[in-house]
């Protein structure tokens, strides 16, 4: 019943393939990544009650016999909740074309909604101020590469950085500008938090925006403020930034905003991913220090529309971490972190797995607003405040938030 519409190099570049799923294969019904750990104690507990109310009529024994072992195997399940999502280097690129991600898993644990009551788990990230910040940044008004725009935004987050006690460091290059060939500065700006920590986590946005919403039917030559598709990756690590100074444990954490994501004035022509390309070609000369255990790329992140798909990249390059993710936002509640494969995106986080090889996962929600929009908002003018939340930004910064306390228990 599963129909796919395959679309190679439709809308933009940054496309690979796009998989449209009738609305009931889409529902998240069930999680089906048996690998990564999903139930809590209390879950647990609460399943068990519920298995001998329905299961009244056998004999005590047996029902006392059934609960050991079902706790026992819970028991063991829990033991893979401090695993680290190690392994990705086993996998190939050849999952993409067998998903190991959506159809076939069967259930093993309840939904994670299920008898969950009152006993909702609060959020530890201020999505509110992040989206003040989101609004902040969408007034400077269009953050081009090489423009006035990008420099005020660069200004506004080296404060806010140095503030919180980080090493921020912009590392420019030289491009070409697409029209008119002469050169531009181009600057990824790095902000480094515990940088007496060996091991380290990447976790990086895109701040640049596009130079035109070429993809607005009505005005392609308008004015393109990207508080999605730009002020969004920005405003959460401007908020998760005020976490990390406190975060205990063995991981150094480095936010990378990249520059020249999408330089493009001319659809096809000009080359994406220039900030991320640069970065990872110098990180893979050796000069970049640091030694990246794992990257995470947030990109569309505030559409008040929230539904979060694996990407396929991400499963191809980084399927533990991104599983990992994916079960921390299970164990939360956060519904709309679907554990099931919906896009194959070209983004940032290529060049940081097939150039710099530090396994990176790409959280974003590419549909725009909705599933059965087809994007609608992307790179138009539709792309503006009014179509992001805070709780939007909440959702993603707490998840992202949680993961790294998870992390950070681990050697
Ligand atoms: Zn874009």
Redesign the pocket.
């Known amino acids: 019943m599963t129909t796919i519409r395959l679309f190679v190099g439709q809308l ?1 570049s ?1 496309i690979g393939f796009v998989f449209h799923l009738p609305y009931h294969v889409r529902a998240p019904a069930i999680f089906d990544d048996q690998t990564e750990p999903l139930a809590r104690p209390g879950n647990l507990m609460s399943h068990s009650k519920k298995s001998i109310f329905r299961e009244s009529r056998i004999c005590c024994h047996r029902l006392t016999l059934a609960l050991v072992a079902f706790v026992s195997l819970a028991f063991a399940h829990s033991q893979t909740v401090a695993q680290p999502p190690t392994g990705d280097t086993n996998d190939t690129r050849t999952s993409l074309e067998n998903p190991t991600g959506s159809a076939g898993a069967k259930p093993t644990v309840p939904q994670i909604n299920e008898n969950r009551g009152s006993q909702l788990p609060q959020p530890t990230f201020d999505g509110q101020s992040a989206f003040e910040v989101l609004k902040a940044v969408c007034e400077i008004g269009p953050r081009v590469s090489g423009t006035a725009g990008m420099k005020q935004q660069q200004a506004m987050l080296t404060k806010h950085f140095e503030a919180l006690g980080a090493q921020v460091h912009l590392q420019t290059f030289n491009v070409r500008h697409p029209n008119t060939g002469q050169l531009v500065e181009l600057g990824n700006l790095a902000v480094r938090f515990h940088p007496e920590r060996e091991k380290r986590l990447l976790i990086c946005c895109h701040y640049d925006t ?1 130079p035109f919403p070429d993809q607005d039917k009505v005005n392609p030559r308008g004015v393109f403020l ?1 508080a999605n ?2 002020a969004s990756g920005v405003a959460l690590l401007y908020e998760l930034g005020k976490h990390m100074p406190g975060l205990p444990g063995n991981f150094g954490v480095d936010f990378v905003f990249f520059d020249g ?2 330089f493009v004035y001319v659809y096809r022509r000009d080359t994406m991913f220039l900030g991320s390309t640069h970065f990872a070609n110098q990180y893979a000369a050796n000069k970049w220090p640091a030694n990246y255990t794992y990257g995470v790329l947030v990109d569309m992140i505030g559409d008040k529309n929230l539904e979060i798909y694996y990407e396929g990249n991400s499963l191809s390059f980084a399927p533990r971490l991104t599983r990992s993710i994916w079960g921390v936002a299970q164990r939360l509640g956060v519904k709309e972190f679907v554990p099931k494969k919906r896009h194959k995106i070209r983004d940032d986080h290529l060049p940081l797995n097939s150039i710099a090889r530090i396994r990176t996962c790409d959280i974003i929600d590419f549909d725009y607003p909705t599933a059965e929009s087809e994007n609608a908002y ?2 138009t003018e539709q792309d503006k405040v009014e179509n992001c939340s805070a709780e939007s930004l909440t959702k993603v910064g707490w998840v992202l938030l949680e993961w790294l306390k998870e992390m950070e228990k681990l050697n």
Do not use: L
């Open positions: 933009d940054k596009r990207g598709d730009g994501e999408e992307w790179h």
